[in-house]
């Protein structure tokens, strides 16, 4: 799994048993629902396995693979800790002033799976609002699958209203999902679902998680 910032999304494919190793600058709820637990837990054990970043050098791995290129130079890191417990981090030389810089090696997911308010059956897809890194991980990643809120008709793009963030050379498949990003917030269409988050947080196993999810849990 790799996120700049992740929550929920992680912290379940860690109570599910689904995550083997998480790249991330930052895993947690923030302040209002507090840390992370079964994340917190998994790596711990030792079921997961953390890849810690800072945000800005996955964003800087994500652009070297989108480059084409194996790492990327990055500022910030010369007395960090973050080299102590990642190899992912290593000193280069500037080639043309001599200067030790270090460097993230690129980061290439398999797949990527971004929620878009707006897309086609062909795979182009528009974002509305901030973007965040959901363009660079469409241009990192080996295949992107789409989910949407709307699919308009193929004209929609083509016609010249709106230009395509995502491609759809770029994508091996579209899903129509309707409330995709529940139980979090979509910009534009809705807000977090405060009640159904506060009710996954107090599941203990995978049991528990798919009780929740076959008996309705699921209600978004």
Same mark, same amino acid.
């Given at each position: 799994? +790799?996120? /700049?910032?992740?929550?929920? *999304?992680?912290?379940?494919? #860690? $109570?599910?048993?689904?995550? @083997? ?7 947690? =709820?923030?302040?209002? =629902?507090?840390? @992370? ?13 953390? &890849?810690?970043? %800072? ?18 130079? +990055? ?10 417990? &990642? *190899? =992912?981090?290593?000193?280069? /030389? ?5 200067? /030790? ?8 997911? *398999? ?12 795979? &182009? ?36 209203? #709106? ?11 579209? +899903? ?10 979509? !910009?534009?269409? =809705? ?9 996954? $947080? ?5 049991? %528990?998680? *798919?009780? !929740? ?8």
């Amino acid at each position: 799994v +790799v996120k /700049t910032a992740g929550a929920m *999304d992680v912290d379940a494919l #860690c $109570l599910a048993g689904c995550a @083997a190793s998480v790249d991330a600058g930052f895993i947690s =709820y923030e302040s209002q =629902y507090g840390l @992370a637990q079964r994340y917190r837990r998994s790596v711990q054990s030792g079921l997961v396995r953390a &890849n810690e970043h %800072a945000c800005y050098t996955v964003i800087s791995a994500l652009r070297a693979a989108s480059y084409g290129i194996p790492f990327m130079p +990055v500022r910030g890191l010369k007395v960090s800790d973050l080299r102590k417990v &990642n *190899d =992912y981090f290593a000193d280069v /030389t500037d080639p043309f002033t001599g200067e /030790t810089l270090a460097a993230v090696r690129a980061i290439r997911p *398999d797949f990527a799976v971004v929620h878009a308010q707006i897309a086609d059956s062909q795979g &182009n897809a528009f974002f509305e609002g901030p973007k965040y890194e959901d363009v660079l991980l469409s241009r990192a990643s080996q295949k992107v699958i789409v989910t949407a809120e709307r699919i308009v008709g193929d004209g929609y793009f083509s016609g010249g209203g #709106c230009k395509a963030d995502i491609p759809h050379f770029l994508t091996a498949a579209v +899903v129509h999902m309707p409330r995709g990003a529940a139980p979090g917030a979509c !910009f534009g269409y =809705y807000e977090p679902d405060d009640a159904f988050i506060r009710a996954f $947080l107090e599941l203990k196993d995978a049991e %528990a998680l *798919d009780r !929740f999810l076959s008996e309705g849990g699921r209600r978004l």
